[in-house]
């Protein structure tokens, strides 16, 4: 089975903090992506990565950025955390045209 | 641009009772479809997928959608509803050349009731 896991379940940080989210999968995928979950809203592509050292802006890129430097990992950061920012964030992976696998997500509450 | 609507924000059934949730899709070509299910505090689980071939397919737990280019549609059914199935569903919709950029809709909240 593949395994997507997220390091952090929750996650309260302050307004300007830099954050870091990180996300693993142990399927040797060459695709990983970072959504955002609101109510209402559904899932939205933050930024997609088809390889490593390489990425790609989904649909909400603003105000954050994506490090891939092994295959496995995949981290999103927050350069300086925003209200607007409060989401439930969802990591998946995936070969190169098959299903995304999904972790169990972070919710991150910035105050 | 690809496209995704789920019309129905919340839907209620009781258990035992048959359900269909609906999905509609905006896309050039012929799509790759999907639907899945999250769970409370979850992470979101494939339930079924359409790539090509037969416009029907067959899924986990019980679950069947179909496509119907007509119409624009890959909607979601169950003959029969359990009480383990109140869930939030989400449709999806993904390019035929790869790559895997899927666009979700705004998901359906089920409800069962006993």
């Known amino acids: 089975d593949v395994k997507v896991t997220q390091s952090s379940r929750y996650l309260v940080k302050r307004t300007g903090e830099k954050v870091f989210l990180e996300c693993v999968q142990d399927?040797?995928?060459?695709?990983m992506f970072w959504y955002r979950q609101d109510p209402g809203l559904g899932l939205r592509l933050i930024y997609f990565?088809?390889?490593?050292?390489?990425?790609e802006k989904g649909d909400i890129p603003e105000g954050y950025s994506v490090s891939r430097e092994k295959k496995e990992r995949f981290s999103l950061i927050l350069e300086s955390a925003s209200t607007n920012q409060t989401s439930m964030y969802l990591c998946?992976?995936?070969?190169?045209?098959?299903?995304?696998?999904f972790g169990n997500g972070t919710r991150l509450t910035v105050t | 641009a690809q496209s995704v609507t789920q019309p129905d924000i919340h839907i209620t059934v009781s258990e035992g009772a048959s359900l269909e949730l609906r999905c509609n899709y905006s896309?050039?070509?012929?799509?790759?479809l999907f639907w899945y299910v999250q769970s409370p505090g979850q992470g979101l689980q494939l339930l079924l997928k359409?790539?090509?071939?037969?416009?029907l397919v067959q899924g986990i737990k019980g679950f069947e959608a179909e496509f119907k280019r007509s119409q624009s549609s890959f909607n979601l059914r169950k003959p029969s509803v359990h009480w383990s199935d109140a869930a939030e569903y989400f449709c999806a919709v993904g390019p035929t050349g790869g790559g895997n950029k899927l666009t979700f809709g705004t998901g359906t909240q089920l409800k069962v009731e006993l």
């Open positions: 896309y050039g070509a012929t799509p790759y």
């Open positions: 399927m040797d995928h060459e695709n």
């Open positions: 990565s088809y390889d490593v050292k390489m990425k």
């Open positions: 998946a992976s995936s070969l190169r045209v098959s299903p995304l696998h």
């Open positions: 359409y790539f090509s071939g037969d416009t």
